[in-house]
């Protein structure tokens, strides 16, 4: 049975020859990272393979791998800083890299510092399909040229407290565009929570301009949105059948508070409120800047506006009226069409029938004739 035992070189051997083949069959992340930089589009693209998706073990990052990897480029970074050149390498210049997209990655969070030496001038991060991200804190802690962030399909990720922690720690913010959607796990986040959040957005020195909180199966429009009074487009589609407005959260309102969240975004240009089945529509819509478009489509429930007797607001009210108006009169034109259309082809198909020779005439000859002769024998 000794005999059966392999030696310890040769184990290790062994070992060794399969890690390699394992490497040459997926490569590590560090290499992917090297591979997916691109000077000339400004970016990091790193996106798995669609054939890597079912392989767990091929899309999983540990946070040491990735900051093992992310710490090499630093030192690369740095070298070529150093230098004035690139490195011996002829590796990029990193500082003109300012867009970062991870996809199809899992991991639950990213390494503190070291995407922040690698990239120091990242702008614009993308994390999207990943299963098991859950923390934005050192994203936004190292990254203080961030502007724009896109966080899509992670159905772990449970709050955005971060944003708030992070913009009163004496670091700050630089956020404008922030796009979070596809993660269900936000819909626990309580009223309370959503306050401080967009404290920590109103905070934001970009200032925040563009907010998407789409599909995110939340049950109510937080009031904090007020807070980010130069916000210009707002999505927030998809969420559900059961979206209240401030006014519904809270029956303690005034009415003088829910004007604020009409009046406060005042630099508003679009609102999409597309998908949630709503049936009712807050009155502070009709207080919204009267360039801003609305967008209702796919609310087939919701059939009167709110009303208004105050101008200018009314004309806000207007566009909506209008816009369902449209959309009955398509609805009437499109049934009164399809009327005409088939009484034309009635008269078509009864004119080829009934004309003399045809089908029609014949069967209809034949019970007059038989009912002729029924009243003659009578």
């Given at each position: 049975?000794?005999?059966?035992?392999?030696?310890?070189?040769?184990?290790?051997?062994?070992?060794?020859?399969?890690?390699?083949?394992?490497?040459?069959?997926?490569?590590?992340?560090?290499?992917?990272?090297?591979?997916?930089?691109?000077?000339?589009?400004?970016?990091?693209?790193?996106?798995?393979?669609?054939?890597?998706?079912?392989?767990?073990a091929s899309?999983?990052?540990?946070?040491?791998?990735?900051?093992?990897?992310?710490?090499?480029?630093?030192?690369?970074?740095?070298?070529?800083?150093?230098?004035?050149?690139?490195?011996?390498?002829?590796?990029?210049?990193?500082?003109?890299?300012?867009?970062?997209?991870?996809?199809?990655?899992?991991?639950?969070?990213?390494?503190?510092?070291?995407?922040?030496?690698?990239?120091?001038?990242?702008?614009?991060?993308?994390?999207?399909?990943?299963?098991?991200f859950s923390?934005?804190?050192?994203?936004?802690?190292?990254?203080?040229?961030?502007?724009?962030?896109?966080?899509?399909?992670?159905?772990?990720?449970?709050?955005?407290?971060?944003?708030?922690?992070?913009a009163t720690?004496?670091?700050?913010?630089?956020?404008?565009?922030?796009?979070?959607?596809?993660?269900?796990?936000?819909?626990?986040?309580?009223?309370?929570?959503?306050?401080?959040?967009?404290?920590?957005?109103?905070?934001?020195?970009?200032?925040?301009?563009?907010?998407?909180?789409?599909?995110?199966?939340?049950?109510?429009?937080?009031?904090?949105?007020?807070?980010?009074?130069?916000?210009?487009?707002?999505?927030?589609?998809?969420?559900?059948?059961?979206?209240?407005?401030?006014?519904?959260?809270?029956?303690?309102?005034?009415?003088?508070?829910?004007?604020?969240?009409?009046?406060?975004?005042?630099?508003?240009?679009?609102?999409?409120?597309?998908?949630?089945?709503?049936?009712?529509?807050?009155?502070?819509?009709?207080?919204?800047?009267?360039?801003?478009?609305?967008?209702?489509?796919?609310?087939?429930?919701?059939?009167?506006?709110?009303?208004?007797?105050?101008?200018?607001?009314?004309?806000?009210?207007?566009?909506?009226?209008?816009?369902?108006?449209?959309?009955?009169?398509?609805?009437?034109?499109?049934?009164?069409?399809?009327?005409?259309?088939?009484?034309?082809?009635?008269?078509?198909?009864?004119?080829?029938?009934?004309?003399?020779?045809?089908?029609?005439?014949?069967?209809?000859?034949?019970?007059?004739?038989?009912?002729?002769?029924?009243?003659?024998?009578?």
């Amino acid at each position: 049975n000794d005999r059966n035992i392999p030696e310890p070189m040769v184990l290790e051997e062994q070992v060794r020859q399969q890690q390699q083949q394992e490497q040459q069959q997926h490569p590590s992340f560090l290499q992917e990272l090297l591979k997916r930089e691109c000077l000339i589009e400004g970016e990091v693209n790193l996106s798995a393979p669609t054939h890597y998706l079912p392989r767990v073990a091929s899309t999983s990052l540990t946070l040491s791998e990735m900051e093992h990897a992310f710490r090499h480029i630093a030192t690369l970074t740095a070298a070529a800083t150093q230098n004035d050149a690139n490195d011996n390498n002829n590796t990029i210049n990193r500082n003109q890299i300012q867009r970062l997209y991870i996809k199809n990655y899992s991991f639950v969070t990213l390494p503190p510092t070291v995407i922040g030496l690698a990239y120091p001038n990242i702008t614009h991060v993308d994390i999207c399909n990943n299963d098991v991200f859950s923390d934005i804190t050192p994203l936004l802690q190292q990254l203080p040229n961030l502007s724009s962030l896109n966080i899509s399909n992670c159905a772990s990720l449970a709050t955005l407290l971060p944003l708030h922690t992070v913009a009163t720690s004496g670091g700050g913010i630089q956020l404008r565009h922030l796009w979070v959607t596809k993660c269900p796990m936000l819909r626990f986040v309580k009223e309370k929570e959503w306050d401080l959040i967009f404290r920590g957005l109103e905070l934001s020195s970009g200032p925040m301009q563009r907010l998407s909180l789409s599909r995110n199966r939340l049950s109510f429009v937080p009031r904090g949105i007020s807070r980010c009074e130069f916000l210009e487009y707002l999505f927030f589609d998809d969420n559900g059948p059961q979206l209240r407005f401030p006014s519904q959260n809270n029956h303690n309102i005034h009415e003088e508070d829910e004007e604020d969240w009409g009046t406060a975004l005042s630099s508003l240009r679009h609102l999409s409120l597309s998908g949630n089945d709503l049936t009712y529509l807050s009155p502070s819509l009709g207080r919204l800047p009267e360039t801003c478009t609305l967008n209702l489509t796919n609310n087939p429930k919701l059939i009167y506006p709110p009303s208004q007797t105050t101008s200018p607001y009314m004309i806000s009210v207007y566009a909506l009226k209008d816009f369902f108006h449209i959309k009955r009169m398509k609805a009437w034109r499109g049934w009164v069409r399809l009327y005409v259309l088939f009484k034309k082809s009635q008269l078509r198909v009864a004119h080829t029938l009934y004309q003399p020779g045809g089908r029609g005439y014949v069967n209809c000859k034949d019970r007059f004739e038989g009912r002729l002769m029924l009243l003659t024998v009578e």
